[in-house]
């Protein structure tokens, strides 16, 4: 009979697995804590480095036990080996697979959306919010939120949530870039007819010299347009706020009176989609301005 000259492993060696799988089942949990803490695969892999070192621990403990008590179980630490050597490779796939998506744009942070939606569902302006993505940077997110305003909103107005958003999302736990854009629901605009609209459509310039010039060949109580604003709406849409000043002898209902006409002939423009018509009422033009609106929406 063949006689086995492998020596039987000793009870330090079953201690010693048994310290181990404490040991780095403690270090797992600590690590994974700081890597999720700062969005860090790398650290997160680390910590798993940590989880499989417990597993085999488990493993080894097992085989030790088996090889020292139970005969004819001497090949029980190989077998453990090679399980050993299956989990890590698991592991090790789970997170090249979550590398790979991060460096595709293809990961999400189902978290972070969330939070950034709540984000901007809250702002005062904004009355829906139709798209976040959030691509991961490494330890970092940069954020992309498109939001609906309400319709009568200038581009100004648009701006200013977009800026307003973009600072309080910047100011997120591993949030470093942050691209807002704040539109119009009231229109939607074929792609096709903005490539058009650009190389077809008037100046602001050009707008404003043709109010001005409707406004006093067409209207002899105005005595000077003061000033014309022009807002562009959805790229395509053209609206205009014009203050005027009339003749000391027109009265206050002619005067609105004539705003109310003075609107309704520079919207059947076909360039203009909305007039805004303000009454200057002040004599002196040195005197400080007290725009009055027109009663006319």
Not at 163 to 177: F, T
């Amino acid at each position: 009979s063949v006689v086995s000259t492998t020596p039987l492993p000793k009870f330090p060696a079953l201690l010693m697995a048994a310290v181990s799988i404490f040991s780095k089942e403690w270090l797992f949990r600590i690590t994974k804590n700081v890597g999720e803490k700062i969005n860090s695969q790398v650290v997160i892999a680390n910590a798993w480095h940590h989880r499989s070192d417990a597993y085999s621990s488990i493993l080894a403990l097992a085989s030790i036990g088996m090889a020292m008590y139970i005969p004819g179980f001497l090949a029980a630490d190989a077998a453990a080996g090679i399980l050993v050597a299956a989990m890590i490779c698991m592991t090790g796939a789970e997170i090249m697979g979550e590398s790979i998506k991060q460096l595709t744009d293809t990961s999400s942070n189902e978290e972070l959306v969330e939070k950034v939606t709540n984000i901007a569902s809250q702002q005062e302006d904004v009355q829906e919010v139709t798209r976040v993505r959030a691509r991961q940077v490494g330890s970092s997110a940069m954020i992309d939120v498109e939001v609906c305003m309400k319709d009568d909103l200038s581009s100004s107005a648009a701006r200013a949530i977009e800026e307003r958003l973009k600072a309080e999302l910047l100011q997120q736990d591993g949030v470093m870039a942050a691209e807002v854009k704040a539109k119009s629901p009231g229109v939607v605009v074929c792609p096709a007819l903005l490539k058009v609209a650009s190389i077809s459509q008037p100046t602001a310039a050009q707008v404003e010299s043709c109010v001005r010039e409707e406004i006093l060949e067409n209207h002899p109580d105005v005595k000077t347009v003061e000033g014309v604003t022009v807002y562009y709406q959805d790229t395509v849409l053209i609206n205009v706020d014009v203050d005027i000043r009339v003749h000391p002898n027109v009265s206050i209902a002619k005067a609105n009176a004539l705003a109310e006409a003075i609107r309704d002939s520079l919207q059947v423009s076909s360039q203009i989609n909305k007039a805004s018509i303000f009454l200057d009422l002040n004599e002196n033009s040195s005197a400080p301005t007290a725009s009055v609106p027109t009663v006319a929406p």
